[in-house]
């Protein structure tokens, strides 16, 4: 079993940063993709970035590409997303998620509650 808490979500004007946080709990961490994952209103949840167990290989969609960065501390079962130019569009409840022994996360076993990030224009 893995539980999955998200922080450091808020609120950001355009061209703001902000860092994304995902505890993990649970020994299987350290085998686990691990991504983050984002819904708007009215929009259906969209990937946003992926990240190997072993952190050599990374993923990103098209929108966040050069903007976003994820990456992760085993040893603190920790998964970060760090966001830099923000733009209103980014603006979404973001989920990180875990699928356990995968390279990537595409059908994740386990999903935190969400964060709120607001970019204001």
């Known amino acids: 079993q893995v539980q999955l808490v998200e922080s450091g979500g808020g609120l950001v004007q355009a061209g703001g940063s902000l860092r994304l946080s995902c505890a993990a709990s649970?020994?299987?961490?350290?085998?686990?993709?691990m991504g983050w994952f984002r819904q708007a209103p009215g929009k259906e949840r969209e990937f946003v970035a992926a990240?190997?167990?072993?952190?050599?290989?990374?993923y990103y969609a098209d929108p966040v590409k050069g903007r976003f960065t994820i990456s992760r501390d085993n040893a603190k079962n920790t998964v970060y997303l760090q966001m830099n130019s923000l733009k209103p569009e980014d603006t979404a409840v973001y989920y990180c998620?875990?699928?356990?022994?995968?390279?990537?996360?595409?059908?994740?076993?386990?999903w935190g509650q969400g964060t709120q990030v607001t970019v204001s224009s």
């Open positions: 990240i190997s167990w072993g952190g050599g290989s990374t």
């Open positions: 998620a875990a699928q356990l022994l995968a390279t990537r996360v595409v059908v994740p076993d386990y």
């Open positions: 649970g020994r299987t961490f350290s085998s686990a993709a």
